[in-house]
């Protein structure tokens, strides 16, 4: 993995390369950026810039042995270190390295995996992950062994806010005084949790989230997805490039249909219909589920924006006429009400909210602004 894999993010490149150049990298860092940035890929491809043998001015040279090994992830200098859970065949000394393999497949196919994505592929969803105490110690045997191969020994330690207390008091004193050659690159999506102890002997780095732009040049690697395909999943996913992935990979929902008639259900109060709707809703994966109601909160924003002017939005033909028709359904306060409404229920699901109770609740309250607007 080479810097140039990622989008955008060019400042974030040059200090490390600069870090490296001048002989300045702290021994532990710590990449902190929100879910769905590159802070993994950052680290990552440092590591592989770190080892490279046969350096670029700006990147490494994905060609030489110790590129080929960073690109499959198979460096015997750079220990991965991530949460895990015991499984059937795993029960004792639960580490990472005994489900490296997973986890290499699971990186690879996707960088901007988050934790759930991981625990989905190795099958750990329904236990309690976390980076043991038996882990603190195998790093540490790790590293009273010589480096094999380069002059840097790497240990990226993959979400260190699955660590255990105890684990990360094992940690400390390695991570204040490691052995020569030794760095420590943490990666958080929520370093907040981590112990004040931790944090003062790390140097933080902040990986901005992506711009939309950087999205959308990532996604240049799919070339039978439109452009309007593009900026529909980026716009339904929050901005989060792993998110809007899987909308583009997932085959598409029929939004615009289901939502009219969910609407027109709510209108005309038929509850045995808006019950079905809330099986139909209760199936669809979670970014289905989340991409759903963020369509409906963009049609729901287009609405209020096109009581002002129509030539504004910027949507296709046929949601044009939905949004013409649907406005004269509601008055403006209701509108606005709505929206506030659907936006809540976004950041409900994304804390996994009850989805059968939050779409029944959902389709009561709207029902009630037609009703009173009817009124
Ligand atoms: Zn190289």
Same mark, same amino acid.
């Given at each position: 993995?080479?810097?140039?894999?990622?989008?955008?993010?060019?400042?974030?490149?040059?200090r490390?390369?600069?870090f490296?150049?001048?002989d300045?990298? @702290? @021994?532990?860092?710590?990449?902190f950026?929100?879910e769905g940035?590159?802070? !993994?890929p950052l680290? !990552?491809s440092?590591?592989?810039?770190?080892?490279c043998?046969?350096?670029?001015e700006n990147?490494?040279?994905?060609?030489?042995?110790?590129?080929? $090994?960073?690109?499959?992830l198979?460096?015997?200098? *750079? @220990?991965?270190? /991530?949460?895990?859970?015991?499984s059937? $065949?795993?029960?004792?000394? *639960?580490?990472?390295?005994?489900?490296?393999?997973s986890?290499r497949v699971s990186?690879? +196919?996707?960088?901007?995996?988050?934790?759930?994505d991981w625990? +989905?592929?190795?099958?750990?969803?329904?236990?309690q992950?976390n980076?043991?105490?038996?882990?603190?110690?195998?790093?540490?045997k790790k590293l009273?062994?010589?480096?094999f191969e380069?002059?840097f020994?790497i240990?990226?330690?993959?979400?260190?806010e699955?660590? @255990?207390n105890?684990?990360?008091?094992?940690?400390?004193k390695?991570l204040?005084e490691?052995?020569? =050659?030794?760095?420590?690159?943490l *990666?958080? %999506?929520?370093?907040?949790?981590?112990?004040?102890?931790?944090?003062s002997?790390?140097?933080m780095?902040?990986? $901005?989230?992506?711009?939309?732009e950087?999205?959308?040049?990532? #996604?240049?690697?799919?070339? =039978?997805?439109?452009?309007s395909?593009?900026d529909?999943?980026?716009?339904l996913?929050?901005s %989060?490039? %792993?998110?809007?992935e899987?909308?583009?990979?997932d085959?598409?929902?029929?939004?615009?249909?289901y939502l009219?008639? &969910?609407?027109?259900?709510?209108?005309?109060?038929?509850f045995l219909?808006?019950?079905?709707?809330?099986d &139909?809703?209760?199936d669809?994966?979670?970014?289905?589920?989340?991409? #759903?109601?963020?369509?409906?909160?963009k049609?729901?924003r287009?609405a209020?924006?096109?009581?002002i002017? !129509?030539s504004?939005?910027?949507?296709?033909e046929?949601?044009?006429?939905?949004?013409?028709n /649907?406005?004269?359904?509601?008055?403006?306060?209701?509108?606005?009400?709505l929206?506030?409404?659907l936006?809540?229920?976004?950041?409900?699901?994304?804390r996994?909210?009850?989805?059968?109770? !939050? /779409?029944?609740?959902?389709?009561?309250?709207?029902?009630n602004f037609?009703?009173?607007?009817?009124t």
């Amino acid at each position: 993995m080479k810097f140039a894999d990622i989008p955008g993010l060019e400042e974030e490149k040059k200090r490390l390369i600069d870090f490296f150049k001048s002989d300045k990298i @702290h @021994h532990a860092l710590l990449f902190f950026g929100l879910e769905g940035s590159a802070n !993994l890929p950052l680290a !990552l491809s440092f590591a592989t810039y770190i080892n490279c043998e046969n350096k670029k001015e700006n990147d490494s040279c994905g060609e030489c042995p110790s590129c080929l $090994k960073m690109n499959k992830l198979i460096h015997p200098d *750079v @220990h991965l270190i /991530f949460p895990v859970a015991p499984s059937p $065949k795993i029960t004792k000394e *639960v580490v990472s390295d005994k489900y490296i393999e997973s986890w290499r497949v699971s990186y690879l +196919e996707n960088p901007y995996m988050n934790v759930f994505d991981w625990f +989905e592929t190795c099958g750990i969803e329904n236990k309690q992950p976390n980076i043991s105490k038996d882990e603190a110690r195998n790093i540490i045997k790790k590293l009273s062994l010589k480096p094999f191969e380069s002059r840097f020994k790497i240990n990226v330690i993959w979400l260190p806010e699955f660590m @255990h207390n105890s684990t990360a008091n094992a940690l400390l004193k390695i991570l204040e005084e490691p052995p020569g =050659d030794t760095l420590f690159f943490l *990666v958080s %999506n929520n370093y907040q949790k981590l112990l004040s102890t931790i944090l003062s002997r790390v140097q933080m780095f902040k990986v $901005k989230s992506f711009e939309d732009e950087d999205i959308k040049n990532y #996604f240049r690697k799919f070339d =039978d997805v439109s452009e309007s395909e593009v900026d529909s999943a980026i716009y339904l996913s929050g901005s %989060n490039i %792993n998110t809007a992935e899987k909308i583009l990979r997932d085959a598409t929902v029929d939004n615009l249909n289901y939502l009219k008639e &969910w609407l027109r259900n709510c209108y005309s109060e038929n509850f045995l219909e808006i019950n079905k709707k809330l099986d &139909w809703f209760n199936d669809l994966s979670k970014i289905k589920k989340r991409a #759903f109601l963020m369509y409906s909160l963009k049609l729901m924003r287009e609405a209020l924006v096109s009581k002002i002017d !129509l030539s504004l939005v910027k949507i296709s033909e046929d949601e044009k006429n939905f949004v013409s028709n /649907f406005r004269k359904t509601l008055d403006q306060e209701s509108l606005e009400d709505l929206i506030l409404l659907l936006d809540r229920s976004v950041s409900y699901l994304d804390r996994n909210a009850n989805p059968k109770i !939050l /779409f029944l609740d959902l389709s009561i309250k709207i029902s009630n602004f037609f009703q009173k607007v009817k009124t």
